[in-house]
């Protein structure tokens, strides 16, 4: 499987995608046009799938930080898609997609504390502290998950157990 982004050009990812972007959530999920601390950055990335394996039935996206652990002690969730039958998600599409679901990220966690709904879907890069390497794993599956939009990430891992064909992660990093 080969997983790929627009949105990422020599290793980074594009501002847009981040805190030096133009699209934000507050945590009541009214739209901002400027960042400030505590908004949620919501221009989603590209992703494109080729090459999945034979018997392939759904995808499933999930992105994090890992470099968020020294700063906030566990690694950030940024997105969470399942049941995503075609091989691309366009640009932005996060906010109104229908035909696959998405998962809380960490903006719905203790340290932000967006309402449940405003977390659903992609929550884009903000590191605080140093530029921070931003892993896209993309899971190839044998079936739709029987999950539901705003699911958490314990209950995606849960779900595919047993229905991964193959896993394929891309890692780019976000500067500060």
């Known amino acids: ?15 847009k995608y981040g805190k030096r ?6 945590k009541n999920g009214e739209i901002k046009d400027e960042f ?20 392939t039935i759904s995808f499933c996206i999930f992105m ?11 690694s950030w969730i940024h997105w969470a898609v399942a049941n995503l039958t075609r091989n691309e998600i366009e640009e932005n599409e996060s906010r109104n997609a229908k035909d696959f679901i ?3 990220n960490s903006w719905g966690g203790a340290i932000y504390n967006f309402d449940k709904e405003a ?10 502290d140093k530029e921070h390497i931003y ?9 739709k998950l029987e999950i539901q939009n705003g699911f958490f990430v314990n209950e995606l891992f849960k779900a595919m157990e047993g229905h991964v064909l193959e896993v394929k992660t891309i890692s780019a990093v976000y500067f500060n």
């Open 64 to 74: 994090e930080d890992k470099d968020a652990i020294p700063v906030c002690g566990f």
């Open 1 to 15: 499987m080969k997983i790929t982004s627009t949105a990422i050009v020599d290793g980074i990812i594009q501002d």
């Open 21 to 26: 972007g133009c699209e934000f959530k507050d």
């Open 135 to 143: 892993n896209i794993n993309v899971y190839a599956l044998d079936t």
């Open 119 to 128: 977390a659903i879907g992609y929550g884009g890069m903000t590191p605080p």
């Open 36 to 55: 400030h601390d505590g908004y949620m950055p919501t221009r989603s990335i590209p992703i494109k799938i080729e090459e999945a394996p034979e018997n």
């Open 102 to 104: 998405q998962g809380v």
